[in-house]
C-alpha cells in the first residue's frame, strides 16, 4: 500500500485516472484504497475535490468503453465459437442478452461496488450486444456514483480514512447486496408474477378452503408472515452479535463518520429530526392514526384494538426483551448494566412501530401507487434521519438503533400478521352467516 499512495502523492491525477481505466479493464489494482487516500489528500488540501471526482469518473469511463467493444467484438466471435462447451451457446447469449437489456443496465450501477463483479461488467455488456446508448447512460452513471462515493468518504475520514476504509467498504458491499436481492425480487415478481402466485394459492389452498377467502388475502398473509420470518431471523443474529460484542467495530465507525459528515452547521436541521423521534410527536401521530382508523376503517372496532395492542404492547415488548438479555449477561455486570439502559432502544423500537403502522394503515385505504411509494420511500427516510439525529447527537450507539429498528419490525409485522388473520376470519364468518350456511 505504501508504494501506490507513494504514487499517488507524486502524481496524483495522472495515477487516479491511470488506475481507475486499468483496474475496469480487469487487472488487479485497488481503486477503492486509491480513490480513499485520493479524498485524504483532498482532506489535506492537496488534491480539489470536484477534480478529483471528474478525473476518476473519466478514468473510469475510459475503462468500461474500452471493456465494452472488447466484449463486443472479441467475446462474441468467442462465445459463437466455444459457448456450447459451458452452455453459452448463441441462443443463451441471445436470451441472456433481452433479460440484460430489459433489467440488466440497472445493475450496472451497483455492480461497481461488488469486487470482482464490476471488472467483467463492461465485457458482459458487449458479449450479450447490450445496446452501447443504454449501457453508456447506466454504466456511466454508475461510475460518478462510485468515485465520488469513496473520493468523499476518504475526504470525510481525514487522518482515519486508513483505519475505517475497509469497515465502511464492508458495510457498503453489505448494502449493495441487500439492494441486489430486492432487485432479484423485483424482477422475479415482475417477470413471473403469475408463477408465483399460482405457487402461493397452491399452498395456501387448504386454508382457504376452510376459510372461502379471496386469494389476494391469502397471499398477503403468506407474505407478511415470510417478512416476520425473516426480521425474527435477523433478530436472533443481532442478539447473538452484540451479546458477542461484534459490534463494537460498526459502532466506532459510524459515530466517527457521521459527524465527521454533519458538522455543527447542521444541529438546527439534526435536531428537527430528533424531535420527530420524541414521545411528544410519536402521541401525536398515534392520535392521527387513530383518527385516520375511525374515519377510513372498515374494520374500526378490530383496526382500533390492534391499535392498542401494538402501541402498548410495543412497550412490554421492549421491556421484556431488555429483561432477558439482562439475565443473559448478568456474568459481565458492565455488559449487562449496558444492555438494560441501552439495548435495544426503546425509543427507536416505538419509532418504528409508531410510523410503520400509521404507513400500513394509509397504504391500505389509499389506491393511488404513487402515494404508496412516496409514503414507503418518505418514512424510510424519515427513519434513517431520525436515526442519524441520534448519533449526532450521541444519544445511543448504532447498534442500539439498528436492533431497535429491527426488533420493532418483528413487533410491527407479527401484529399485521394477527390483524389481518382476524379480520379473514371475521370476514368469513360474517360470509357464512349471512348464507346462512354452517
Known amino acids: 500500500m505504501g508504494d501506490i499512495t507513494s504514487y499517488v502523492d507524486q502524481y496524483g491525477y495522472i495515477v487516479l485516472f491511470i488506475a481507475l481505466t486499468l483496474e475496469l479493464l480487469a487487472l488487479p489494482l485497488p ?61 443463451r447469449i441471445e436470451s441472456t442478452s433481452r433479460w440484460f437489456g430489459k433489467f440488466g443496465n440497472k445493475l450496472l450501477i451497483v455492480a461497481y461496488f461488488i469486487p470482482g463483479i464490476r471488472h467483467f461488467t463492461g465485457y458482459f455488456s458487449g458479449i450479450t450486444r447490450l445496446r452501447f446508448s443504454t449501457y453508456a447512460l447506466f454504466a456511466y452513471s454508475g461510475a460518478f456514483i462510485w468515485v465520488s462515493t469513496f473520493i468523499s468518504i476518504g475526504k470525510i475520514l481525514g487522518p482515519k480514512w486508513d483505519q475505517f476504509h475497509t469497515s465502511i467498504k464492508k458495510y457498503l458491499l453489505i448494502g449493495v447486496i441487500i439492494v441486489l436481492c430486492i432487485l432479484v425480487i423485483v424482477y422475479l415478481y415482475r417477470t413471473k408474477k403469475e408463477q408465483i402466485k399460482g405457487t402461493a394459492i397452491l399452498a395456501i389452498s387448504r386454508v382457504m378452503k376452510l376459510f372461502r377467502s379471496r386469494k389476494r388475502t391469502g397471499i398477503f398473509i403468506v407474505f407478511t408472515a415470510v417478512i416476520t420470518l425473516v426480521l425474527s431471523v435477523l433478530m436472533i443474529e443481532i442478539i447473538r452479535s452484540f451479546l458477542s460484542n461484534e459490534f463494537q467495530e460498526f459502532d466506532e465507525t459510524i459515530t466517527y463518520l457521521v459527524p465527521a459528515t454533519f458538522d455543527k452547521h447542521w444541529t438546527t436541521f439534526m435536531q428537527t429530526f430528533f424531535y420527530m423521534g420524541t414521545s411528544r410527536v410519536l402521541f401525536c401521530v398515534c392520535f392521527f392514526t387513530l383518527i385516520w382508523i375511525l374515519w377510513k376503517g372498515r374494520n374500526k372496532v378490530l383496526e382500533t384494538l390492534a391499535w392498542l395492542l401494538i402501541v402498548s404492547g410495543g412497550e412490554l415488548f421492549e421491556v421484556s426483551l431488555r429483561s432477558i438479555f439482562h439475565s443473559w449477561a448478568a456474568i459481565n455486570k458492565t455488559s449487562a448494566e449496558r444492555l438494560i439502559d441501552k439495548f435495544p432502544s426503546e425509543q427507536s423500537l416505538m419509532v418504528f412501530v409508531i410510523y410503520g403502522f400509521a404507513i400500513f394503515m394509509f397504504i391500505r385505504y389509499t389506491r393511488s401507487v404513487r402515494y404508496h411509494t412516496v409514503a414507503v420511500a418518505g418514512a424510510l427516510l424519515l427513519l434513517l434521519l431520525i436515526a442519524v439525529s441520534r448519533i449526532f447527537f450521541g444519544v445511543q450507539h448504532p447498534s442500539d438503533i439498528v436492533a431497535g ?22 370476514n368469513v364468518y360474517i360470509e357464512v352467516k349471512e348464507n346462512g350456511s354452517v
Open 31 to 91: 481503486g477503492e484504497l486509491i480513490m480513499s487516500y485520493a479524498g485524504f489528500l483532498v482532506y489535506q488540501g492537496h488534491l480539489g475535490w470536484f477534480t478529483s471526482i471528474l478525473v476518476a469518473g473519466i478514468g473510469s469511463l475510459v475503462g468500461m468503453t474500452i471493456s465494452y467493444w472488447l466484449g463486443l467484438k472479441f467475446g462474441t466471435v468467442f462465445f459463437e465459437k466455444y459457448g456450447k462447451r459451458f452452455h453459452m451457446g448463441p441462443e
Open 405 to 426: 429498528y429491527v426488533f420493532g419490525g418483528v413487533w410491527l409485522s407479527l401484529n399485521i400478521l394477527v390483524l389481518e388473520i382476524f379480520r379473514l376470519v371475521q
